[in-house]
């Protein structure tokens, strides 16, 4: 069987397809629901309590999904869009890893998907801000390092030694640097995504999982055909 979309090749009796997920057409409902099962589709449940549970995949319009190079599948409802697998969040213009492998949000929240290149500055300035608190602490142990030189100086006179070790400085120092060449590599480098946005949360994957025509299509599955 052929997509009639993007011609890729397909088992016979599939449901969706398995290069774009376009809907197969010759697939009555109950071969839909035992593809669904044999393609590994996640089982839908609901993921809190006052989500309601989900519906069965055969009733999605759009499915984009999970592959080698994209870790998270995305399930297009006419309601509302479920997303599984490895996905972050963007808040407070910072990405966070969800700590979930499923979520949803409603399509008539809907604002827009497209992508993006942000820079983490909140991790630059943590690494900047360890990176000083290690100068801080080396200018402390340098400190007590003049100190115990100025007491060895007298307790030499009664001989006795006063020597303060030279690794607490070093190990600071390496760690200092360590943390500030770390903070300007984030501070140069950008996090590309694409950001699909709804009124309640923004979710983004990684740029180089989804093509412009898939990214394209999902706007249109999305926003319901039009």
């Not at 197969?24 to 589709?41: E, H, K, R, T, Y």
């Not at 996640?42 to 549970?53: D, E, G, L």
């Not at 983490?120 to 007590?144: G, N, P, Q």
Request: net charge neutral; with cysteine; aromatic share 12%.
């Amino acid at each position: 069987m052929f997509c009639t979309k993007c011609g890729k090749k397909n088992e016979d009796g599939a449901a969706f397809c398995s290069g774009c997920g376009e809907r197969l057409m010759a697939a009555p409902a109950s071969q839909v629901s035992n593809n669904a099962a044999n393609i590994g589709m996640p089982q839908m449940q609901p993921a809190s309590a006052s989500y309601q549970p989900m519906g069965a995949a055969c009733d999605a319009k759009y499915i984009l999904p999970q592959t080698p190079n994209r870790e998270c599948a995305i399930y297009v409802y006419q309601d509302r869009v479920e997303f599984y697998g490895k996905f972050m969040y963007l808040r407070d213009k910072d990405f966070y890893k969800a700590n979930t492998d499923r979520d949803y949000a409603l399509t008539n929240e809907f604002i827009g998907i497209g992508p993006l290149a942000m820079r983490s500055w909140k991790k630059t300035l943590t690494f900047v801000v360890m990176a000083t608190v290690m100068e801080i602490i080396k200018s402390i142990v340098d400190w007590c390092s003049d100190m115990a030189e100025k007491a060895d100086k007298v307790t030499s006179l009664v001989g006795h030694r006063t020597e303060m070790p030279e690794w607490p400085g070093y190990i600071v120092n390496i760690i200092a640097f360590a943390c500030l060449v770390y903070a300007i590599v984030l501070f140069f480098s950008k996090k590309k995504v694409i950001e699909i946005s709804f009124l309640s949360k923004r979710i983004c994957i990684p740029q180089d999982s989804i093509t412009y025509d898939e990214m394209q299509r999902l706007n249109y599955e999305i926003k319901g055909g039009h």
